[in-house]
């Protein structure tokens, strides 16, 4: 091919930009407030939507919103609390889109810091980079004025103690194994029941739930998409990844594309679950650019579960050993949250149904995912 000249180059320019990027999403709506997020985001949302409704920008908005998870002890999966990695230390995730400047912001692997979403924040407000890292992504918060904690609860350390002696259990998890998408691996025996007598001052209840978490590492994380009357969006994803996991590894939440996008002449889209199967995906970015085709929030999502069955042959046995969630919301207001499953198993053997947490102006509420398969 002929290289072009200046004049050739100039013209090229100006004509892609004046070309839009590809067909508008079929909304039909006018935008109005809507703010949705991951189950655990009933407080979120209600936060964001009161920032909305006064005025302030939607990235604020989400971000005070799963302040409140990060911040919240309770939460195992998120921030201040959640179940820290192989040896004992909390790293979490985040990220940030910014609808009206088109920006982004992620922080992985950090250690130290409870709200990981204002670091991304400061990533895309204050520097020239989008993603900082480990030490570098500590030491810039600390620069920035945020004080270096220890993010381990009594709790979590000992959920943390218990998933080590666990590893003795041919069922229990390990990461230095061949993993998940590995070809199937032989069924392992009945874990144990009794740690009591090794933890004597533990609670039998905390005890029983450490030995949960230590066979089931958890998968958590809050996602939350803001949308204002004046078709503005904003998101945000943050996570303390997934339990027990090795020191670095970094799901999903902070990669832009994957645990988070944004484009608010679309929509946007996040995700909560087992990050390694978004990431082979690149399941929020996958689903703007369905919608932009002019697919659903709801059809969006589902192509996008099939995808990560399909990864997997529609392998069934393999496909129960994790659960993901999608959360779509366009921008005319259209929103819908997609699950894997239909359902998760709690420690007590029941199943809960997979939901998601809405908030159009009232009160927060919870509604069902649609599910790619049911859980007997
Ligand atoms: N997606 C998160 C990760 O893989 C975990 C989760 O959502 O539970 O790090």
Same mark, same amino acid.
């Given at each position: ?27 039909? %709506? ?20 009161? +920032? ?19 911040? =919240?002890?309770?939460? *195992?999966?998120?921030?201040?609390? #959640?179940?820290?990695?192989?040896? #004992? ?28 979403? *204002?670091?991304?924040?400061?990533? +895309? ?19 920035? #004025?945020?004080?270096?904690? =220890? ?14 002696? +666990? ?13 998940? =998408? ?76 994957? #645990?988070?996008?944004? @484009?608010?002449?679309? %929509? ?9 199967? *978004? ?33 997997? @042959? ?8 994790? @659960?993901? *969630? ?33 908030? =159009? ?16």
């Amino acid at each position: 091919m002929m290289p072009l000249n200046r004049r050739q180059l100039l013209a090229g320019t100006a004509m892609a930009a004046a070309t839009p990027l590809a067909s508008p999403a079929q909304s039909t %709506g006018a935008p109005k407030n809507i703010i949705i997020a991951s189950a655990n985001g009933l407080e979120c949302c209600a936060k964001a939507m009161q +920032m909305v409704k006064a005025g302030r920008d939607t990235l604020d908005a989400v971000v005070a919103g799963v302040n409140i998870v990060e911040l =919240d002890p309770k939460d *195992n999966s998120v921030g201040y609390g #959640g179940l820290p990695n192989e040896e #004992g230390v909390v790293e979490l995730d985040a990220s940030v889109m910014h609808g009206p400047t088109r920006r982004a912001g992620s922080v992985a692997a950090i250690r130290g810091i409870k709200t990981p979403s *204002n670091i991304a924040k400061l990533v +895309m407000e204050q520097t020239d980079h989008v993603m900082l890292v480990g030490e570098g992504a500590t030491r810039f918060a600390k620069a920035m #004025g945020y004080k270096e904690e =220890d993010l381990l609860t009594e709790e979590s350390r000992l959920a943390w103690l218990v998933w080590k002696r +666990m590893l003795k259990n041919p069922s229990g998890h390990s990461n230095w194994s061949d993993g998940l =998408d590995a070809p199937p691996a032989k069924p392992g025996a009945k874990p144990s029941a009794a740690l009591q007598r090794l933890f004597p001052n533990a609670s039998a209840d905390t005890l029983a739930w450490a030995e949960w978490m230590a066979l089931h590492p958890t998968t958590g994380t809050i996602n939350c998409l803001a949308l204002n009357s004046k078709g503005e969006m904003s998101g945000c994803t943050t996570t303390s990844g997934l339990a027990w996991k090795i020191p670095g590894r970094v799901g999903d939440s902070p990669v832009i594309g994957a #645990g988070l996008y944004v @484009d608010q002449e679309v %929509g946007g889209a996040g995700s909560t679950g087992r990050g390694e199967e *978004n990431i082979r995906v690149a399941g929020a970015h996958s689903i703007v650019e369905l919608m932009r085709a002019g697919r659903s929030p709801q059809e969006a999502v589902m192509e996008v579960m099939k995808r990560i069955a399909r990864n997997y @042959d529609n392998d069934l046995a393999r496909l129960a050993k994790f @659960d993901i *969630n999608f959360y779509a919301l366009r921008k005319d207001g259209v929103f819908a949250g997609g699950s894997l499953w239909s359902g998760t198993q709690r420690r007590d053997g029941s199943f809960t149904s997979q939901q998601f947490a809405v908030n =159009d102006g009232g009160a927060s509420r919870l509604e069902n995912c649609v599910h790619l398969y049911e859980r007997k």
